[in-house]
């Protein structure tokens, strides 16, 4: 992310009028939004360019969202990401939570809630790029 650009989040959901909704919504809060229908087309859109969060859905056709929260752990260890589901299932919370998720959220969830939710995941992953890029700096040259 170049200095002054606003923080780029890609919103992962197979239902077209929610995402429609989080979009304009993260858009209305300052934030540059992509929108994937599915796990397989966010992780394209990822390897394509920087993200500096990922809020997906749990329950899609194909890859779920814990799928996918798994693989962009793999690769993208850095990138905050939210999952959102209509289902409370405390055995996926607890999976979720373990495999790094920074919030999960239930459906549905208020449009304020959730801008907040992706505030606080975007100061996190800022919070981590500088811890990262200070002990960077005073680790000696080899």
């Known amino acids: 992310m170049e200095c002054g650009d606003p923080p780029r989040v890609l919103v992962v959901e197979d239902e077209l009028a929610l995402a429609r909704l989080y979009v304009r919504a993260l858009v209305a809060a300052g934030y540059r939004v992509e929108h994937a229908?599915?796990?397989?087309?966010?992780l394209r859109l990822l390897r394509g360019g920087s993200v500096d969060?990922?809020?997906?859905?749990?329950?899609?056709?194909?890859?779920?969202?814990?799928?996918?929260?798994?693989?962009?752990?793999?690769?993208?260890?850095?990138?905050?990401?939210?999952?959102?589901?209509?289902?409370l299932d405390a055995d996926m919370y607890s999976r979720a939570r373990e495999m790094g998720t920074v919030r999960y959220l239930?459906?549905?969830?208020?449009?304020?809630?959730?801008?907040?939710?992706?505030?606080?995941?975007?100061?996190?992953?800022?919070?981590?790029?500088?811890?990262?890029?200070?002990?960077?700096?005073?680790?000696?040259?080899?």
């Open 53 to 87: 969060l990922v809020l997906s859905d749990v329950c899609m056709p194909g890859m779920s969202g814990l799928d996918l929260l798994n693989e962009i752990r793999g690769k993208w260890p850095d990138v905050p990401v939210i999952l959102v589901t209509a289902q």
């Open 37 to 42: 229908p599915d796990a397989t087309n966010a």
């Open 106 to 142: 239930l459906k549905p969830v208020a449009l304020e809630k959730l801008a907040n939710a992706v505030e606080n995941g975007i100061k996190l992953r800022a919070t981590l790029l500088r811890s990262q890029e200070r002990r960077a700096r005073s680790s000696p040259s080899r």
